[in-house]
């Protein structure tokens, strides 16, 4: 459940905000749009923990594991729909701001091992994408439990972009962005 706001949280929120439209004008139009989402975050950091999603009103979290090894994801941005509702989250951030902000720790594994990602719900299409340095350098579709392996040797962040079929109403559909990070040695 989320927790409720109080005034005080809200009307920080909003004079921030307010203070912040010079300043994401200066960043969208001069500087790049990347400096402006970044500071728009930080700027609504304060009632972020009241905008966390109830765990059963959200895409379902994959199991990623690597032989013995349980790698930690963290969820980003969604589209979901679930019993009529709908509900669209954008966390304004690529992949690695989201290992980031969620401050996903790395599972370590040997060069060589297989990682699986594994959703408990019909997927639709699961896009692996792997990034360096803040670019997405390569991507690929894999199956819903089929294993890949890291080709290189080194910490990397990964992205999975999941769209879900759900059932004949649509409910328990849509999409979800997470993030995790490997250090392959």
Same mark, same amino acid.
């Given at each position: 459940m989320a927790?409720?706001?109080?005034?005080?949280?809200?009307? @920080?929120?909003?004079?921030? @905000?307010? @203070?912040?439209?010079?300043?994401?004008?200066? %960043?969208?139009f001069v500087l790049n749009d990347s400096l402006a989402r970044e500071y @728009?975050?930080?700027?609504t950091s304060v009632i972020r923990a009241d905008l966390?999603?109830?765990d059963s009103f959200a895409p379902p979290m994959p199991l990623i594991t690597?032989?013995?090894?349980?790698?930690?994801? %963290?969820?980003?941005t969604i589209s979901w729909m679930d019993g009529g509702s709908m509900i669209e989250g954008d966390m304004f951030m690529n992949t690695p701001q989201l290992a980031r902000w969620r401050?996903?720790?790395? %599972? $370590?594994?040997?060069?060589?091992?297989?990682?699986t990602i594994l959703f408990p719900e019909p997927t639709r299409r699961i896009e692996l994408s792997r990034w360096r340095f803040g670019k997405e350098?390569? $991507?690929?579709?894999?199956p819903n439990g089929h294993p890949f392996t890291p080709e290189r040797r080194g910490t990397h962040i990964f992205g999975i972009h999941a769209s879900f079929y759900g059932d004949a109403q649509g409910?328990?559909?849509g999409v979800g962005r997470y993030a995790f990070i490997l250090r392959v040695r």
């Open positions: 927790r409720r706001w109080t005034f005080w949280k809200v009307a @920080l929120t909003v004079v921030l @905000l307010i @203070l912040s439209i010079p300043v994401l004008t200066f %960043g969208f @728009l975050y930080w700027a966390e999603f109830d690597a032989g013995e090894v349980y790698i930690e994801a %963290g969820l980003g401050e996903l720790r790395a %599972g $370590s594994i040997p060069f060589g091992t297989a990682v350098v390569e $991507s690929q579709i894999i409910n328990r559909s």
